[in-house]
Protein backbone atom coordinates (compact mmCIF):
# COMPACT_ATOMS: atom_id res chain seq x y z
CA UNK A 1 0.00 0.00 0.00
CA UNK A 2 2.27 2.17 1.20
CA UNK A 3 6.45 2.47 1.89
CA UNK A 4 6.76 2.19 6.09
CA UNK A 5 8.02 4.44 8.68
CA UNK A 6 10.83 2.80 10.49
CA UNK A 7 8.62 3.65 13.77
CA UNK A 8 5.94 1.26 12.31
CA UNK A 9 4.80 -2.20 12.83
CA UNK A 10 3.23 -4.91 10.87
CA UNK A 11 2.02 -7.01 13.73
CA UNK A 12 -1.60 -5.83 13.21
CA UNK A 13 -1.52 -6.23 9.51
CA UNK A 14 -0.39 -10.33 10.14
CA UNK A 15 -3.03 -10.59 13.21
CA UNK A 16 -5.69 -9.00 11.06
CA UNK A 17 -5.11 -10.88 7.76
CA UNK A 18 -5.16 -14.27 9.94
CA UNK A 19 -8.45 -13.36 11.69
CA UNK A 20 -10.39 -12.51 8.36
CA UNK A 21 -8.59 -15.27 6.12
CA UNK A 22 -10.37 -17.47 8.93
CA UNK A 23 -13.36 -17.31 7.02
CA UNK A 24 -12.15 -20.01 4.41
CA UNK A 25 -11.32 -22.49 6.88
CA UNK A 26 -15.11 -22.58 7.37
CA UNK A 27 -14.95 -22.21 3.06
CA UNK A 28 -12.67 -25.55 3.14
CA UNK A 29 -14.67 -27.41 5.52
CA UNK A 30 -18.03 -26.91 3.56
CA UNK A 31 -16.62 -27.68 0.49
CA UNK A 32 -15.17 -30.71 1.91
CA UNK A 33 -17.57 -32.10 3.68
CA UNK A 34 -19.33 -34.00 0.88
CA UNK A 35 -16.30 -36.22 0.54
CA UNK A 36 -16.95 -37.60 4.35
CA UNK A 37 -20.12 -37.21 4.46
CA UNK A 38 -21.55 -39.21 0.98
CA UNK A 39 -20.06 -42.38 1.77
CA UNK A 40 -22.22 -41.96 4.89
CA UNK A 41 -25.62 -41.28 3.38
CA UNK A 42 -24.47 -44.58 1.70
CA UNK A 43 -24.11 -46.62 4.17
CA UNK A 44 -26.68 -45.53 6.06
CA UNK A 45 -24.66 -44.12 8.85
CA UNK A 46 -26.12 -40.69 8.64
CA UNK A 47 -29.96 -42.61 9.01
CA UNK A 48 -30.59 -40.19 5.98
CA UNK A 49 -32.78 -41.49 2.76
CA UNK A 50 -30.93 -40.04 -0.13
CA UNK A 51 -30.00 -39.95 -4.20
CA UNK A 52 -27.25 -39.47 -5.83
CA UNK A 53 -29.09 -37.04 -7.93
CA UNK A 54 -30.37 -35.20 -4.44
CA UNK A 55 -26.62 -35.33 -3.21
CA UNK A 56 -25.38 -34.10 -6.25
CA UNK A 57 -27.34 -30.67 -6.08
CA UNK A 58 -27.05 -30.75 -1.78
CA UNK A 59 -23.18 -30.65 -2.91
CA UNK A 60 -23.97 -28.26 -5.88
CA UNK A 61 -26.03 -25.39 -4.03
CA UNK A 62 -23.37 -23.98 -1.56
CA UNK A 63 -21.86 -22.68 -4.59
CA UNK A 64 -24.85 -21.49 -6.03
CA UNK A 65 -26.32 -19.89 -2.87
CA UNK A 66 -22.78 -17.61 -3.06
CA UNK A 67 -24.30 -15.78 -6.24
CA UNK A 68 -26.72 -14.03 -3.53
CA UNK A 69 -24.09 -13.52 -1.17
CA UNK A 70 -21.91 -11.46 -3.56
CA UNK A 71 -24.99 -9.04 -3.95
CA UNK A 72 -24.90 -8.72 -0.08
CA UNK A 73 -21.16 -8.44 0.15
CA UNK A 74 -20.94 -5.58 -2.66
CA UNK A 75 -24.25 -3.55 -0.84
CA UNK A 76 -22.92 -4.38 2.62
CA UNK A 77 -19.38 -3.78 1.77
CA UNK A 78 -20.18 -0.07 0.34
CA UNK A 79 -22.99 0.94 3.33
CA UNK A 80 -21.58 -0.69 6.24
CA UNK A 81 -17.63 -0.94 5.73
CA UNK A 82 -15.50 -3.81 5.37
CA UNK A 83 -15.36 -5.02 9.09
CA UNK A 84 -19.35 -5.04 9.59
CA UNK A 85 -19.51 -6.75 6.37
CA UNK A 86 -16.71 -9.55 7.89
CA UNK A 87 -19.16 -9.89 10.69
CA UNK A 88 -22.33 -9.99 8.92
CA UNK A 89 -20.81 -13.13 6.82
CA UNK A 90 -20.93 -15.36 10.11
CA UNK A 91 -24.47 -15.45 10.21
CA UNK A 92 -25.39 -17.29 7.04
CA UNK A 93 -22.75 -19.71 7.63
CA UNK A 94 -24.30 -20.21 11.29
CA UNK A 95 -27.95 -21.07 10.31
CA UNK A 96 -26.91 -23.01 7.59
CA UNK A 97 -24.10 -25.27 9.41
CA UNK A 98 -27.00 -25.09 12.59
CA UNK A 99 -29.80 -26.88 9.83
CA UNK A 100 -26.95 -29.46 8.33
CA UNK A 101 -26.69 -30.73 12.13
CA UNK A 102 -30.48 -31.01 13.04
CA UNK A 103 -32.03 -32.07 9.50
CA UNK A 104 -32.06 -35.42 7.99
CA UNK A 105 -34.58 -34.21 5.35
CA UNK A 106 -32.83 -33.71 1.93
CA UNK A 107 -34.87 -30.73 0.42
CA UNK A 108 -33.73 -29.11 3.58
CA UNK A 109 -30.61 -29.77 3.49
CA UNK A 110 -30.38 -27.91 0.46
CA UNK A 111 -31.36 -25.39 1.74
CA UNK A 112 -28.99 -25.54 4.60
CA UNK A 113 -26.60 -25.46 1.71
CA UNK A 114 -27.84 -22.40 -0.29
CA UNK A 115 -27.50 -20.39 3.39
CA UNK A 116 -24.28 -21.73 3.90
CA UNK A 117 -23.17 -20.23 0.22
CA UNK A 118 -24.47 -16.88 0.79
CA UNK A 119 -22.15 -16.43 3.90
CA UNK A 120 -19.52 -17.85 1.05
CA UNK A 121 -20.55 -15.42 -1.30
CA UNK A 122 -19.83 -12.43 1.35
CA UNK A 123 -16.96 -13.69 2.67
CA UNK A 124 -15.35 -14.42 -1.19
CA UNK A 125 -16.09 -10.77 -1.68
CA UNK A 126 -15.20 -8.90 1.49
CA UNK A 127 -12.05 -10.86 2.55
CA UNK A 128 -9.41 -9.93 0.00
CA UNK A 129 -10.51 -6.15 -0.75
CA UNK A 130 -9.96 -6.04 3.32
CA UNK A 131 -6.53 -7.36 3.03
CA UNK A 132 -5.33 -5.99 -0.04
CA UNK A 133 -6.40 -2.46 1.21
CA UNK A 134 -4.56 -2.77 4.45
CA UNK A 135 -1.39 -4.48 3.90
CA UNK A 136 1.86 -3.37 2.88
CA UNK A 137 2.81 -3.87 -0.53
CA UNK A 138 5.85 -6.36 0.70
CA UNK A 139 3.22 -8.55 2.85
CA UNK A 140 0.10 -7.98 0.61
CA UNK A 141 0.73 -11.60 -1.47
CA UNK A 142 1.74 -13.84 1.56
CA UNK A 143 -1.28 -12.51 3.40
CA UNK A 144 -3.14 -12.94 0.33
CA UNK A 145 -1.98 -16.58 0.52
CA UNK A 146 -3.29 -17.51 4.16
CA UNK A 147 -6.75 -17.35 2.25
CA UNK A 148 -6.05 -20.46 0.51
CA UNK A 149 -3.99 -22.01 3.74
CA UNK A 150 -6.76 -21.28 5.77
CA UNK A 151 -8.78 -23.27 3.26
CA UNK A 152 -6.84 -25.76 3.23
CA UNK A 153 -6.96 -26.45 7.07
CA UNK A 154 -10.66 -26.50 6.75
CA UNK A 155 -10.52 -28.93 4.48
CA UNK A 156 -7.64 -30.93 6.41
CA UNK A 157 -9.63 -31.26 9.31
CA UNK A 158 -13.01 -32.52 7.46
CA UNK A 159 -10.68 -35.04 5.44
CA UNK A 160 -8.71 -35.95 8.65
CA UNK A 161 -11.60 -36.52 11.06
CA UNK A 162 -14.58 -36.66 9.14
CA UNK A 163 -14.40 -40.10 7.75
CA UNK A 164 -14.27 -41.96 11.08
CA UNK A 165 -16.42 -39.94 13.56
CA UNK A 166 -20.64 -39.99 13.51
CA UNK A 167 -22.39 -37.85 10.98
CA UNK A 168 -23.16 -35.56 14.00
CA UNK A 169 -19.89 -35.37 14.74
CA UNK A 170 -18.73 -34.19 11.52
CA UNK A 171 -21.55 -31.53 11.33
CA UNK A 172 -20.65 -30.17 14.66
CA UNK A 173 -17.05 -29.41 13.44
CA UNK A 174 -18.38 -27.63 10.69
CA UNK A 175 -20.29 -25.37 13.30
CA UNK A 176 -17.95 -24.56 15.24
CA UNK A 177 -15.71 -23.56 12.97
CA UNK A 178 -18.19 -20.69 12.13
CA UNK A 179 -18.52 -19.72 15.73
CA UNK A 180 -14.86 -19.58 15.84
CA UNK A 181 -13.99 -17.01 12.98
CA UNK A 182 -16.83 -14.82 14.30
CA UNK A 183 -14.87 -14.94 17.56
CA UNK A 184 -11.52 -14.29 15.77
CA UNK A 185 -12.87 -11.41 13.46
CA UNK A 186 -14.45 -9.49 16.54
CA UNK A 187 -11.39 -7.36 17.34
CA UNK A 188 -10.28 -6.22 13.48
CA UNK A 189 -10.27 -2.57 12.25
CA UNK A 190 -11.84 -0.80 9.70
CA UNK A 191 -10.16 -0.24 6.27
CA UNK A 192 -8.56 3.21 6.04
CA UNK A 193 -9.95 3.29 2.50
CA UNK A 194 -13.66 2.77 3.74
CA UNK A 195 -13.25 5.77 5.51
CA UNK A 196 -11.48 8.07 3.10
CA UNK A 197 -14.06 6.57 0.15
CA UNK A 198 -16.53 8.59 2.26
CA UNK A 199 -14.28 11.53 3.58
CA UNK A 200 -14.05 10.72 6.94
CA UNK A 201 -10.04 11.43 6.94
CA UNK A 202 -9.84 11.80 11.00
CA UNK A 203 -11.34 7.97 11.47
CA UNK A 204 -9.14 6.96 8.59
CA UNK A 205 -5.84 8.73 9.73
CA UNK A 206 -6.72 6.73 13.52
CA UNK A 207 -7.31 3.19 11.41
CA UNK A 208 -4.54 3.81 9.47
CA UNK A 209 -1.63 4.31 12.30
CA UNK A 210 -3.21 1.48 14.31
CA UNK A 211 -2.81 -1.00 10.96
CA UNK A 212 0.16 0.44 10.48
CA UNK A 213 1.70 0.13 14.47
CA UNK A 214 2.72 3.56 13.87
CA UNK A 215 2.97 6.76 16.19
CA UNK A 216 4.21 9.02 14.07
CA UNK A 217 2.03 11.48 13.00
CA UNK A 218 3.78 13.31 10.07
CA UNK A 219 4.54 10.06 8.03
CA UNK A 220 0.57 8.92 8.81
CA UNK A 221 -0.15 12.20 7.40
CA UNK A 222 1.53 11.69 4.35
CA UNK A 223 1.05 8.68 3.14
CA UNK A 224 -2.75 9.37 3.73
CA UNK A 225 -2.54 12.30 1.46
CA UNK A 226 -1.16 9.90 -1.24
CA UNK A 227 -3.98 7.37 -0.69
CA UNK A 228 -6.51 10.16 -0.59
CA UNK A 229 -5.40 12.34 -3.78
CA UNK A 230 -6.25 8.47 -5.93
CA UNK A 231 -9.44 7.51 -3.80
CA UNK A 232 -10.65 11.28 -4.59
CA UNK A 233 -9.62 10.39 -8.02
CA UNK A 234 -11.35 7.04 -8.56
CA UNK A 235 -14.43 8.27 -6.83
CA UNK A 236 -15.03 11.25 -9.36
CA UNK A 237 -15.97 7.96 -11.96
CA UNK A 238 -19.05 6.28 -11.17
CA UNK A 239 -19.55 3.18 -9.00
CA UNK A 240 -21.80 1.02 -10.76
CA UNK A 241 -21.82 -1.99 -12.62
CA UNK A 242 -22.47 0.12 -16.13
CA UNK A 243 -19.67 2.23 -14.97
CA UNK A 244 -17.17 -1.08 -14.43
CA UNK A 245 -18.34 -2.44 -18.46
CA UNK A 246 -18.46 0.76 -20.33
CA UNK A 247 -15.02 2.48 -18.90
CA UNK A 248 -12.11 1.89 -21.39
CA UNK A 249 -9.77 1.55 -18.18
CA UNK A 250 -11.58 -1.28 -16.67
CA UNK A 251 -11.24 -3.00 -19.34
CA UNK A 252 -8.03 -5.32 -19.27
CA UNK A 253 -8.95 -5.77 -15.95
CA UNK A 254 -11.81 -7.47 -16.26
CA UNK A 255 -10.30 -9.67 -19.58
CA UNK A 256 -7.69 -10.91 -16.95
CA UNK A 257 -10.29 -11.39 -13.88
CA UNK A 258 -12.30 -13.32 -15.67
CA UNK A 259 -10.39 -15.52 -17.86
CA UNK A 260 -8.07 -16.44 -14.51
CA UNK A 261 -11.62 -16.94 -12.68
CA UNK A 262 -12.13 -19.53 -15.72
CA UNK A 263 -9.15 -21.16 -14.73
CA UNK A 264 -9.43 -21.30 -10.95
CA UNK A 265 -12.70 -22.99 -11.47
CA UNK A 266 -13.04 -25.06 -14.12
CA UNK A 267 -9.56 -26.86 -13.17
CA UNK A 268 -12.20 -28.69 -11.37
CA UNK A 269 -10.97 -27.87 -7.73
CA UNK A 270 -14.28 -28.00 -6.30
CA UNK A 271 -15.89 -31.07 -8.09
CA UNK A 272 -12.72 -33.16 -6.93
CA UNK A 273 -12.96 -31.72 -3.12
CA UNK A 274 -16.46 -32.48 -3.17
CA UNK A 275 -15.79 -36.14 -4.30
CA UNK A 276 -12.38 -36.90 -3.53
CA UNK A 277 -13.18 -40.30 -1.14
CA UNK A 278 -15.70 -41.45 -4.28
CA UNK A 279 -12.66 -41.06 -6.78
CA UNK A 280 -10.26 -43.28 -4.84
CA UNK A 281 -12.60 -45.78 -4.29
CA UNK A 282 -13.26 -46.40 -7.85
CA UNK A 283 -9.43 -46.06 -8.56
CA UNK A 284 -6.97 -46.99 -6.00
CA UNK A 285 -6.23 -49.84 -3.94
CA UNK A 286 -5.61 -47.07 -0.99
CA UNK A 287 -8.40 -46.76 1.13
CA UNK A 288 -10.69 -43.35 0.43
CA UNK A 289 -10.14 -41.98 3.77
CA UNK A 290 -6.56 -42.49 4.10
CA UNK A 291 -6.06 -40.60 0.46
CA UNK A 292 -8.16 -37.91 1.75
CA UNK A 293 -6.05 -37.19 4.76
CA UNK A 294 -2.78 -36.99 2.77
CA UNK A 295 -4.71 -35.02 -0.07
CA UNK A 296 -5.37 -32.60 3.13
CA UNK A 297 -2.00 -32.69 4.18
CA UNK A 298 -0.17 -32.02 1.24
CA UNK A 299 -2.63 -29.32 0.51
CA UNK A 300 -2.04 -27.57 3.62
CA UNK A 301 1.72 -27.79 3.29
CA UNK A 302 1.47 -26.44 -0.34
CA UNK A 303 -0.37 -23.62 0.66
CA UNK A 304 1.75 -23.10 3.42
CA UNK A 305 5.09 -22.85 0.71
CA UNK A 306 2.80 -20.84 -1.41
CA UNK A 307 2.52 -18.14 1.30
CA UNK A 308 6.08 -17.75 1.59
CA UNK A 309 6.37 -18.17 -2.38
CA UNK A 310 4.52 -15.64 -3.38
CA UNK A 311 6.98 -12.78 -1.07
CA UNK A 312 9.83 -13.50 -3.26
CA UNK A 313 8.38 -14.62 -6.88
CA UNK A 314 6.35 -13.01 -9.37
CA UNK A 315 2.84 -13.76 -9.42
CA UNK A 316 2.56 -14.64 -13.23
CA UNK A 317 5.58 -17.14 -13.08
CA UNK A 318 4.02 -18.87 -10.13
CA UNK A 319 0.49 -18.55 -12.15
CA UNK A 320 2.17 -20.51 -15.28
CA UNK A 321 3.91 -22.93 -13.09
CA UNK A 322 0.65 -23.48 -11.66
CA UNK A 323 -1.22 -23.96 -14.61
CA UNK A 324 1.15 -26.41 -16.48
CA UNK A 325 1.78 -28.94 -13.97
CA UNK A 326 -2.18 -28.61 -13.22
CA UNK A 327 -2.50 -29.55 -16.95
CA UNK A 328 -0.18 -32.53 -16.69
CA UNK A 329 -1.60 -33.73 -13.76
CA UNK A 330 -5.54 -33.91 -14.45
CA UNK A 331 -4.13 -35.09 -17.95
CA UNK A 332 -2.16 -38.57 -16.40
CA UNK A 333 -5.52 -39.10 -14.00
CA UNK A 334 -7.65 -38.92 -17.41
CA UNK A 335 -5.21 -41.65 -18.74
CA UNK A 336 -6.06 -43.86 -15.80
CA UNK A 337 -9.43 -43.68 -16.06
CA UNK A 338 -9.31 -43.84 -20.02
CA UNK A 339 -8.01 -46.94 -20.07
CA UNK A 340 -10.16 -48.12 -16.50
CA UNK A 341 -13.73 -47.39 -18.46
CA UNK A 342 -13.11 -47.40 -22.17
CA UNK A 343 -10.25 -50.29 -22.62
CA UNK A 344 -11.54 -52.13 -20.01
CA UNK A 345 -8.45 -53.43 -18.39
CA UNK A 346 -8.09 -56.38 -16.13
CA UNK A 347 -7.77 -55.59 -12.09
CA UNK A 348 -4.65 -56.96 -12.26
CA UNK A 349 -3.63 -54.35 -14.80
CA UNK A 350 -5.09 -51.68 -13.47
CA UNK A 351 -3.47 -52.81 -10.01
CA UNK A 352 0.33 -52.15 -11.18
CA UNK A 353 -0.77 -48.59 -12.53
CA UNK A 354 -2.58 -47.67 -9.64
CA UNK A 355 0.05 -45.06 -8.65
CA UNK A 356 -1.08 -42.94 -11.48
CA UNK A 357 -4.22 -41.49 -10.31
CA UNK A 358 -2.92 -40.59 -6.75
CA UNK A 359 0.29 -38.67 -7.94
CA UNK A 360 -1.72 -37.23 -10.39
CA UNK A 361 -4.29 -36.10 -7.88
CA UNK A 362 -1.88 -34.90 -5.23
CA UNK A 363 0.04 -33.38 -8.51
CA UNK A 364 -2.84 -31.37 -9.08
CA UNK A 365 -3.33 -30.56 -5.48
CA UNK A 366 0.17 -29.13 -4.99
CA UNK A 367 0.33 -27.40 -8.66
CA UNK A 368 -3.46 -25.80 -8.01
CA UNK A 369 -2.47 -24.55 -4.20
CA UNK A 370 0.84 -22.84 -5.27
CA UNK A 371 -1.05 -20.29 -7.64
CA UNK A 372 -4.67 -20.79 -9.35
CA UNK A 373 -6.04 -21.61 -6.02
CA UNK A 374 -5.66 -18.60 -4.54
CA UNK A 375 -3.84 -15.73 -6.70
CA UNK A 376 -6.89 -14.67 -8.60
CA UNK A 377 -8.70 -13.17 -5.25
CA UNK A 378 -5.14 -11.50 -4.68
CA UNK A 379 -5.12 -10.37 -8.63
CA UNK A 380 -9.00 -8.88 -8.44
CA UNK A 381 -8.80 -7.08 -5.44
CA UNK A 382 -5.14 -5.74 -7.09
CA UNK A 383 -6.04 -4.42 -10.12
CA UNK A 384 -9.35 -2.20 -9.97
CA UNK A 385 -9.75 0.81 -8.24
CA UNK A 386 -11.44 1.51 -5.52
CA UNK A 387 -14.72 3.00 -7.02
CA UNK A 388 -15.67 0.20 -8.65
CA UNK A 389 -13.74 -2.96 -6.57
CA UNK A 390 -16.55 -3.82 -4.66
CA UNK A 391 -18.40 -4.11 -7.53
CA UNK A 392 -15.71 -6.00 -9.39
CA UNK A 393 -15.34 -8.24 -6.78
CA UNK A 394 -18.80 -8.98 -6.55
CA UNK A 395 -18.85 -10.07 -10.35
CA UNK A 396 -15.87 -12.08 -10.17
CA UNK A 397 -17.39 -13.84 -7.29
CA UNK A 398 -21.19 -14.34 -8.87
CA UNK A 399 -19.09 -15.59 -12.07
CA UNK A 400 -17.06 -17.48 -9.93
CA UNK A 401 -19.92 -19.43 -8.14
CA UNK A 402 -21.94 -19.99 -11.38
CA UNK A 403 -18.94 -21.76 -12.55
CA UNK A 404 -18.34 -23.73 -9.65
CA UNK A 405 -22.43 -24.68 -9.45
CA UNK A 406 -21.54 -25.73 -13.30
CA UNK A 407 -19.17 -27.92 -12.03
CA UNK A 408 -19.70 -29.50 -9.15
CA UNK A 409 -23.16 -29.97 -10.68
CA UNK A 410 -22.66 -31.45 -13.82
CA UNK A 411 -19.31 -34.15 -12.29
CA UNK A 412 -21.80 -36.95 -11.67
CA UNK A 413 -23.72 -36.66 -15.01
CA UNK A 414 -20.61 -36.25 -17.33
CA UNK A 415 -18.87 -39.29 -15.00
CA UNK A 416 -22.09 -41.30 -15.43
CA UNK A 417 -22.76 -40.94 -19.24
CA UNK A 418 -19.26 -39.86 -20.90
CA UNK A 419 -16.70 -41.62 -18.83
CA UNK A 420 -14.50 -40.42 -15.95
CA UNK A 421 -11.48 -39.82 -18.19
CA UNK A 422 -13.81 -37.38 -19.82
CA UNK A 423 -14.63 -34.96 -16.97
CA UNK A 424 -10.39 -35.11 -16.16
CA UNK A 425 -9.77 -34.37 -19.22
CA UNK A 426 -12.15 -31.58 -19.69
CA UNK A 427 -10.06 -30.10 -16.64
CA UNK A 428 -7.06 -30.22 -17.69
CA UNK A 429 -8.09 -28.35 -21.44
CA UNK A 430 -8.85 -25.67 -19.49
CA UNK A 431 -5.43 -25.48 -17.79
CA UNK A 432 -3.49 -25.86 -21.03
CA UNK A 433 -5.66 -22.96 -22.43
CA UNK A 434 -4.32 -21.23 -19.27
CA UNK A 435 -1.27 -21.24 -19.79
CA UNK A 436 -1.20 -19.03 -23.12
CA UNK A 437 -3.70 -16.75 -21.30
CA UNK A 438 -1.24 -16.11 -17.96
CA UNK A 439 1.43 -15.75 -20.51
CA UNK A 440 0.33 -13.60 -23.14
CA UNK A 441 -2.80 -11.33 -20.86
CA UNK A 442 -1.97 -11.33 -17.23
CA UNK A 443 0.48 -8.63 -15.67
CA UNK A 444 2.75 -8.62 -12.89
CA UNK A 445 1.25 -6.88 -9.41
CA UNK A 446 4.14 -8.10 -7.16
CA UNK A 447 6.15 -5.43 -5.65
CA UNK A 448 3.92 -2.71 -6.54
CA UNK A 449 1.67 -0.56 -4.65
CA UNK A 450 -2.29 -0.06 -5.38
CA UNK A 451 -1.93 3.31 -6.69
CA UNK A 452 0.90 2.02 -8.77
CA UNK A 453 -0.75 -0.67 -10.30
CA UNK A 454 -3.83 1.72 -11.15
CA UNK A 455 -1.42 4.27 -12.75
CA UNK A 456 -0.33 1.14 -15.19
CA UNK A 457 -3.29 0.32 -16.09
CA UNK A 458 -4.57 3.51 -16.62
CA UNK A 459 -1.48 4.27 -19.02
CA UNK A 460 -2.59 1.00 -20.86
CA UNK A 461 -6.21 2.71 -21.13
CA UNK A 462 -5.03 5.59 -22.36
CA UNK A 463 -2.78 4.10 -25.22
CA UNK A 464 -5.49 2.26 -26.39
CA UNK A 465 -8.14 4.59 -26.41
CA UNK A 466 -5.45 6.81 -28.77
CA UNK A 467 -4.89 3.68 -30.52
CA UNK A 468 -8.70 3.47 -31.12
CA UNK A 469 -9.30 6.78 -32.65
CA UNK A 470 -6.29 6.98 -34.63
CA UNK A 471 -8.00 4.33 -36.36
CA UNK A 472 -11.68 5.38 -36.60
CA UNK A 473 -9.30 8.09 -37.99
CA UNK A 474 -8.38 5.94 -40.94
Not at 22 to 47: D, Q
Request: aromatic share 12%; net charge positive.
Amino acid sequence: MCSVSESSSRRVQYLAGLSVSFAFTFTGAVLSWPSPAIPKFKNGEANVQITDEQSSWVVALCPLGALLGCYFGQVLNEKVGRRRTILASVLPGLIGALLILFTKTPWLMCVARSIIGVGNGITAVVTMVYITEIADKEIRGALGMLVQVMMNIGGLLVYGIGPFVSYTALNSIVLSIVILYGIACLWVPESPYYHLKDGRLALAKKEFMFIKGTKDDKWASEQLAIMRSHVVESMANKTTTKELFTNMRYRKALYVVAGLKVLQYMTGTCAIQAYLEPIFSQSSSVSGPYVSIVYGFVQLAAGITATFLTACVGRRVLMLTSSIGVAISLTAVGIYFFLQDYYQLSAQTLSSLSAIPLVGVLGFNILYSIGLGNLPYIMQAELFPINVKTVASSLATMMAAILNFFVTKSYQGIKDFFGHYTVFWSFASIAYFGIFFIYFFVPETKGKTLEEVQDNLNVEAVEMEQLNKEKQKE
